[in-house]
């Protein structure tokens, strides 16, 4: 049977490779991206995390390589994680200038610091012998108040050892404004900051544990947010941006992508979204059994973060995507 066509057909502009990305709306570009990195102390060799394929816990030599390659590919930026050969209940190792963090901080400016921002984890979770991001009272409550001045010393190691962003990421009220506080008040007020505003208390941090080698009882759901809370997500921002925050961040990115959508639309800072350990093994579990196309998940799922309005991804894929974005 004849049909009288439509006149309207939204297929003309998907016809051809050159039509689909003329008209493309949004842009993965490796500028956007930082490569979120782990270094162990006293490691000789990488160490590979079982729960992510493909990443590992650096020693002081691989951390260079992998830096200089992200700076080759013209990533945004590198975010260190640092792992202590010993924690104990104060994350002592986090204030001390030859922690492992610290140190590789001096180490990656000394490699890259002229082509990328370096960023470093501003919490002690990764350096508790707890595993909690903040200090403990007597009866196992995290400490917010006595917390926020472990922060303030952190930051200013941090400072000293030639961080360009800081990212407060322990969901203390008020670490913003303490963190930018100290900064100002020791003269390093060129150092931005990377607020972790709303994040939430997500299981799909779960592999992040292997690779910090965490050790947490319980969770962390007195500080980090519940997933059923999105205007919750909306008011933290505020006051991170308020209380001096330089980029905002959301965290996990898949499965809150309605927030991201919500904080671009709120603030006029720069949002960024961390697409977290969970995220990363699904994907690869699903690739590895076969079961999608890798390359192309991994491309869709960062041009989605960037659709909702992530202006900048954490992804432990930043420089795959560098790499697949130049072929
Ligand atoms: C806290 C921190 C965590 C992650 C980044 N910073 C762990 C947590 O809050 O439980 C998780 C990142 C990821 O899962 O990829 N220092």
């Known amino acids: 049977m004849h049909v009288q066509g439509p006149t309207i057909r939204p297929r003309r502009l998907r016809r051809t490779p050159a039509l689909r990305r003329m008209v493309a709306e949004t842009h993965v570009v490796p500028s956007s991206l930082v490569l979120p990195v782990f270094i162990r102390e006293g490691l000789a060799e990488p160490h590979p995390i079982s729960s992510m394929p493909g990443v590992v816990q650096h020693s002081r030599d691989s951390l260079k390589r992998a830096v200089a390659e992200a700076a080759e590919l013209g990533l ?117 900051v990377l607020a972790y505003s709303a994040k939430y208390a997500s299981a799909f941090f779960g592999p992040f544990r292997e690779a910090v080698d965490s050790s947490l009882v319980g969770d962390r759901r007195t500080y980090q947010q519940n997933p059923a809370n999105a205007l919750e997500g909306v008011r933290e921002v505020l006051l991170d941006v308020a209380e001096g925050a330089d980029l905002v961040m959301v965290k996990p990115a898949l499965p809150y992508l309605d927030v991201v959508r919500r904080v671009r639309d709120a603030v006029d800072v720069p949002v960024a979204a961390y697409n977290v350990s969970g995220e990363y093994a699904m994907l690869e579990a699903a690739a590895a059994n076969g079961w999608i196309d890798r390359e192309a998940a991994i ?25 697949l974005l130049r072929a």
């Open 299 to 323: 491309m869709e799922t960062l041009t989605s973060i960037r659709r909702a309005g992530a202006d900048v991804i954490l992804t432990y894929w930043a420089s795959e995507a560098a790499r």
């Open 76 to 192: 945004g930026g590198v975010m260190l994680f640092g792992i202590p050969e010993h924690k104990d209940a104060r994350g002592s190792g986090a204030l001390d200038p030859a922690g492992v963090l610290n140190l590789a901080i001096t180490d990656v400016v000394a490699e890259v610091g002229d082509q990328l921002t370096v960023m470093s984890d501003l919490c002690l979770d990764e350096f508790t012998d707890h595993g909690h991001c903040g200090l403990l009272t007597p009866d196992g409550e995290v400490d917010n108040d006595q917390t926020l001045a472990a922060y303030a010393e952190m930051a200013l190691a941090q400072a000293a050892a030639g961080v360009d962003m800081v990212g407060p990421s322990g969901m203390m009220d008020g670490q913003v404004a303490v963190v930018r506080e100290a900064l100002d008040a020791a003269g390093h007020t060129h150092v931005s």
